[in-house]
């Protein structure tokens, strides 16, 4: 998609990972919240079959079918106006300005593998977003944790792909699972990613330095990583209990100032795209 890209057009992050539990879902929701107030107009696609990102940016409404479109329509028929799927997103009862949403919903896993037999089922997010790029700066998509139609459809479409490192001993070798998925789907030797620490605890001196060390002695590893490192912070997940974004939850927590320096690192990776 970015050799035809103009800058008026959105730039499409995917946030990516073959396992459950490494921040996706948080990353992506305080990331969105943190361009929106920065004056960018963002979309979030939930491409989630868990539908987290859902129940944070509507207040709860996690089974979101009951009360409208999701994803799912998208995916059930070509000719669905995904103008009728996006919503505003919520803190509470308030829209967040500058803030949309495609809510998923937990049926999605069977819309997935209905699709399957579809021609051209990796286009499918792409033939529903083409219309709208022009109306949002960036479009961040919340990936299944497994690497299945949705994944793939997010990796067709994705100018850039984010990889959340946590810290356990196995994050590095998913990011290689994911990397050689994003080699398959783009048929060539991507690039345009970068991984990130998340769950970042300073204490942990020996697992530290044991990533820091694979992450600078990986080739394909070493020139793509994030400077900003998202701390560990028990009210990211507080904040998803109650289905709000951190910054509503709380404003004085230390962790946004995280999630402002990736907002950040991220709108340079779109000012150098171009």
Avoid: W
């Avoid at 059930?76 to 495609?102: M, S, T």
């Avoid at 991507?190 to 044991?210: A, D, G, I, V």
């Amino acid at each position: 998609m970015s050799e035809n890209k103009t800058e008026t057009q959105a730039f499409v992050i995917a946030a990516m990972s073959n396992k459950g539990g490494p921040g996706k879902t948080s990353s992506t929701t305080n990331v969105a919240v943190a361009l929106a107030l920065m004056g960018k107009r963002v979309l979030v696609v939930d491409a989630d079959q868990q539908a987290n990102a859902t129940e944070v940016l509507t207040h709860g409404k996690k089974f979101y079918a009951q009360y409208g479109p999701t994803i799912c329509d998208l995916y059930n028929n070509q000719k669905f106006d995904v103008k009728d799927v996006i919503i505003p997103a919520r803190n509470g009862e308030e829209d967040i300005p500058g803030l949309f949403l495609i809510p998923s919903d937990p049926s999605f896993e069977r819309v997935m593998e209905n699709s399957m037999a579809r021609p051209h089922r990796e286009k499918i997010l792409l033939r529903h977003l083409k219309s709208v790029m022009s109306d949002f700066d960036f479009i961040l998509i919340d990936c299944s944790p497994a690497l299945n139609l949705s994944s793939t459809n997010a990796a067709y479409i994705a100018d850039h792909v984010i990889i959340p490192v946590d810290g356990g001993s196995f994050s590095l070798t998913g990011a290689e699972t994911v990397l050689d998925y994003l080699d398959e789907i783009k048929e060539e030797h991507f690039t345009h990613y970068s991984l990130f620490r998340n769950e970042f605890n300073s204490s942990k001196k020996k697992m530290n330095t044991f990533l820091q060390d694979e992450l600078e002695g990986n080739v394909r590893f070493k020139d793509n990583v994030l400077t900003t490192r998202i701390r560990a912070d028990e009210n990211i997940a507080q904040a998803q209990v109650v289905c709000k974004p951190l910054y509503f939850y709380k404003r004085g927590a230390l962790v946004l100032n995280d999630y402002r320096a990736m907002a950040k690192e991220l709108i340079s990776l779109k000012e150098g795209a171009h």
